[in-house]
């Protein structure tokens, strides 16, 4: 598309990204193997002391493919599998044959010596297979399984009906770090913050520091050059086509005001706030447009906060 990024634009924001202190740079999209530069730029991020990594759907991981990523200099990819049903996986990819060719990109990118990370969005209709999908990604030895909740923007603002309610939003959490005890793969849940307070509680032990990094160590920058704290966050920062991201990154006042951790309501005062943070997305939503405030989705009562 004429308004994305050139590759040279592309090779201007990676050189900001390194200014800025970043270590891991994630290509991701919508499908980033529609870019006929990626591997341009996944080499060029690798020259500039960056970690590529990628983030597909898997269906246009041929052997081919797989190859030339890895000779890029590309590290991992993260490959989703929502279901075990190929039916059901097919649906919600709308792409018939997309279960099938997912796997097949997963054996091609082992097969060219790349780690491969599983992603797995939590909706209504696949909560129930969970730990089914956990055990079959385990199979394929992956370095971790993701698992990604719904955030409502965008296109999940029309799937918002079929996110995990509140209640069933906490004991998907409960399993999930209760299936953690069984692996030695990583579990890990994604805009899903809460999930620290509950390893923590369940004494399961996690490599991470936080929950929720949107702002503070992650951001996104659209395929346009617009700048977000996170992919739920549709709040555009600046576009590095205008201003070089190094400097979005150290001075826009949103990014500072997040980094405060002054949250308003329950998760202000929460003895879980440094290290959950609760979702800043979800806070903005459901709160009408504040995101600094507490985040409704999470049932803990901090001692002294309100009930």
């Not at 009906?161 to 990583?186: C, D, G, H, I, S």
Request: aromatic share 8%; hydrophobic share 35%; with cysteine.
């Amino acid at each position: 598309m004429e308004e994305e990024l050139t590759t040279e634009q592309g090779k201007k924001l990676i050189r900001e990204i390194a200014q800025a202190g970043f270590k891991i740079m994630i290509f991701s999209g919508g499908e980033p193997l529609m870019r006929p530069d990626l591997c341009e730029l996944g080499a060029y991020a690798k020259e500039q002391g960056l970690r590529p990594v990628l983030g597909t759907n898997g269906t246009l991981i041929t052997p081919e493919a797989a190859s030339k990523l890895k000779e890029a200099g590309f590290m991992a990819a993260a490959v989703s599998m929502d279901s075990m049903d190929p039916g059901k996986y097919d649906l919600f990819r709308r792409l018939e044959g997309s279960h099938r060719m997912a796997l097949e990109g997963i054996s091609n990118l082992k097969q060219a010596g790349l780690g491969v990370q599983i992603n797995t969005t939590v909706m209504d209709w696949n909560v129930g297979e969970l730990e089914a999908i956990i055990d079959f990604a385990e199979e394929l030895k992956p370095i971790g399984h993701h698992m990604l909740f719904l955030v409502p923007t965008g296109r999940a603002i029309n799937i918002e009906e079929e996110a995990l309610r509140v209640v069933e939003y906490e004991k998907t959490l409960a399993r999930l770090m209760e299936k953690q005890k069984t692996t030695k793969m990583e579990i890990k849940p994604t805009c899903a913050p809460q999930f620290m307070r509950v390893a923590d509680k369940k004494g399961v032990p996690v490599r991470f520091n936080r929950g929720c990094l949107a702002g503070i160590s992650y951001c996104i920058i659209s395929p346009k050059g617009d700048v977000q704290p996170c992919a739920y966050l549709n709040i555009p920062l600046g576009n590095v086509k205008e201003q070089p991201f190094d400097v979005i990154w150290r001075e826009n006042a949103m990014l500072n005001e997040l980094r405060t951790c002054a949250y308003k309501g329950k998760c202000g005062v929460c003895d879980y706030r440094e290290k959950c943070g609760g979702c800043r997305a979800r806070a903005y939503y459901y709160s009408g447009g504040d995101y600094m405030a507490e985040d409704e989705w999470c049932l803990y009562h901090p001692a002294g906060g309100p009930s």
